[in-house]
């Protein structure tokens, strides 16, 4: 199945993947409705074809030692309110 690629920054203190940009990766499977070799014209409604896409996966293209911005925003760290 086709998924989608999510590239973000990973921080590690908070473990939060702030997300940057977003791409699919095409399974190439003639029986799925999102890849390019989709045997199908557009409209399918096939049921052997696959109707849905795998969750997406997430690429840290950057890692950060650091807090993201929500949660130093909402000041973890100082005790004022904690980042789930």
């Known amino acids: 199945m086709c998924y989608n690629v999510i590239d973000g920054?990973?921080?590690?203190l908070?473990?939060?993947f702030?997300?940057?940009?977003?791409r699919q990766q095409d399974c190439l499977r003639p029986n799925c409705l999102f890849s390019r070799n989709h045997?199908?014209?557009v409209g399918c409604r096939s049921p052997s074809c696959t109707?849905?896409?795998?969750?997406?996966?997430r690429n840290p293209i950057r890692i950060h030692e650091s807090l993201c911005a929500d949660c130093v925003m909402r000041?973890?760290?100082?005790?004022?309110l904690k980042c789930s």
């Open 9 to 12: 920054k990973l921080h590690l």
């Open 14 to 16: 908070c473990q939060h």
């Open 18 to 22: 702030v997300p940057m940009s977003t």
């Open 39 to 41: 045997a199908h014209p």
């Open 51 to 57: 109707r849905m896409m795998q969750p997406p996966q």
């Open 75 to 80: 000041g973890e760290g100082r005790g004022v």
